[in-house]
């Protein structure tokens, strides 16, 4: 939620407090509120990696990987918040002026958290299905690959063939055609099992053991995705 309201805004600031995450796979819907404008507009296959697996990124990584526009550390956001409503009348360029100099102040050298295996990241989620990223995982056989697959095998095959179909569409879509499909794909997932399983076992009991329906991704159909990206008429989304 918090991510879905501050992300879309022209300035994104982050503090070493920030936690970033899209854990949607886990319970078995898909990164919504325009997860599907900006994910698949971060660097290499980033956005598609966090899509799926529901990695956290925290603090100055939020920064680091596109997400954010700048890094302030906690104590000084007080003082940036006096300051930005001291500005009177501001331009855009009045206010990325002001965050900078809050934000060159706090930069340092640390390396991106996924900084060593993005190269991984963006060849092997290079693909055109899950099926086949979950192949390439099994072929690369490294302790990261291999960790990852363990991840991606927990989460909702119905969701990640959504959301990987959900990235690769809104790469090319507005923000307003987004969201309209978001809307339809919500709605799917209201009508289908896994959502209502996924908050069960995450949320209600916490037992952490889903029974997803389909359990596998080969039994999630062509014809059953196409359904869920389908227009709803009269019930369409309206912006």
Same mark, same amino acid.
Not at 4 to 20: D, I
Not at 49 to 64: E, M, N, P
Not at 202 to 220: G, I
């Given at each position: 939620?918090?991510?879905?309201? !501050?992300?879309?805004?022209?300035?994104?600031?982050?503090?070493?407090?920030?936690?970033?995450?899209? *854990?949607?796979?886990?319970?078995?819907?898909?990164?919504?509120?325009?997860?599907?404008?900006?994910?698949?507009?971060?660097?290499?296959?980033?956005?598609?990696?966090?899509?799926?697996?529901?990695?956290?990124?925290?603090?100055?990584?939020?920064?680091?990987?596109?997400?954010?526009?700048?890094?302030?550390?906690?104590?000084?956001? *007080?003082?940036?918040?006096?300051?930005?409503?001291?500005?009177?009348? *501001?331009?855009?360029?009045?206010?990325?002026?002001?965050?900078?100099?809050?934000?060159?102040?706090?930069?340092?050298?640390?390396?991106?958290?996924?900084?060593?295996?993005?190269?991984?990241?963006?060849?092997?989620?290079?693909?055109?299905?899950?099926?086949?990223?979950?192949?390439?995982?099994?072929?690369?056989? !490294?302790?990261?690959?291999?960790?990852?697959?363990?991840?991606?095998?927990?989460? !909702?095959?119905?969701?990640?063939?959504?959301?990987?179909?959900?990235?690769?569409?809104?790469?090319?879509?507005?923000?307003?055609?987004?969201?309209?499909?978001?809307?339809?794909?919500?709605?799917?997932?209201?009508?289908?099992?896994?959502?209502?399983?996924?908050?069960?076992?995450?949320?209600?009991?916490?037992?952490?053991?889903?029974?997803?329906? *389909?359990?596998?991704?080969?039994?999630?159909?062509?014809?059953?995705?196409?359904?869920?990206?389908?227009?709803?008429?009269?019930?369409?989304?309206?912006?």
């Amino acid at each position: 939620q918090g991510v879905g309201l !501050s992300v879309h805004g022209h300035f994104r600031v982050a503090t070493e407090k920030t936690l970033f995450a899209m *854990p949607e796979t886990g319970i078995g819907l898909f990164p919504d509120v325009g997860g599907g404008f900006f994910l698949p507009r971060l660097k290499g296959k980033l956005g598609l990696y966090l899509a799926l697996t529901g990695f956290r990124i925290k603090g100055r990584d939020v920064h680091q990987a596109g997400i954010a526009t700048h890094f302030v550390t906690s104590e000084k956001i *007080p003082d940036l918040e006096r300051d930005l409503v001291s500005l009177k009348s *501001p331009s855009k360029e009045d206010v990325a002026e002001l965050l900078n100099s809050y934000h060159f102040k706090c930069k340092s050298d640390d390396k991106f958290v996924l900084a060593e295996h993005m190269d991984k990241i963006n060849r092997l989620f290079k693909t055109n299905s899950v099926e086949e990223i979950l192949q390439n995982l099994k072929q690369d056989a !490294s302790p990261f690959a291999l960790q990852l697959l363990e991840t991606l095998k927990k989460m !909702s095959p119905t969701s990640m063939k959504i959301t990987f179909q959900q990235l690769e569409e809104g790469a090319t879509k507005n923000l307003s055609e987004v969201l309209v499909m978001e809307y339809r794909l919500s709605q799917a997932c209201m009508r289908g099992h896994d959502f209502y399983e996924g908050v069960r076992a995450v949320l209600v009991d916490k037992d952490q053991s889903p029974k997803w329906k *389909p359990a596998t991704l080969e039994e999630v159909t062509e014809e059953y995705l196409t359904s869920c990206f389908k227009p709803l008429g009269n019930k369409e989304l309206k912006l």
